[in-house]
């Protein structure tokens, strides 16, 4: 990782009770919260509150944090096999399509179920029913 990631990871790690020190000293995680404060405001108080009673849920602002931090990529593969796919997808037979359409394809073929578990027969049986009827040569 690079330094700025190990920096903010270790920030955030105050977030996680199971790592916190035992005794819990007074004043434990105030120098790194104070540094999370500067992006997102209000921190500082809801981390003094969750400290006091880590049972109890995160509050607003340490869930947006939290939620942040849990989407974080801990690699670039997902966005290299996304890249992948507009390569098979945007080829010089398909160059017309629009961003949208694209983008459409990108999400099912990354995020979609297998193409064998899809059954299109209906979907095909409506597509024909709506005027795209074969035309005669």
């Given at each position: ?47 003094r ?12 602002i ?76």
């Amino acid at each position: 990782m690079v330094n700025k990631e190990v920096s903010l990871f270790n920030k955030i790690k105050i977030l996680i009770p199971s790592v916190w020190q035992r005794p819990l000293p007074d004043f434990y995680g105030e120098d790194r919260v104070r540094e999370l404060n500067i992006c997102f405001s209000g921190v500082k108080q809801e981390y003094r509150d969750f400290k006091e009673q880590p049972e109890l849920h995160v509050q607003q602002i340490l869930l947006k944090l939290t939620n942040a931090v849990d989407t974080l990529a801990v690699s670039n593969a997902e966005c290299e096999r996304g890249f992948s796919e507009i390569n098979d997808i945007v080829t010089p037979l398909r160059k017309r399509l629009t961003i949208e359409h694209v983008s459409s394809q990108i999400f099912i073929s990354l995020v979609g179920p297998p193409l064998n578990s899809w059954a299109s027969t209906k979907y095909v049986k409506k597509w024909k029913k709506r005027s795209h009827k074969e035309q005669a040569p």
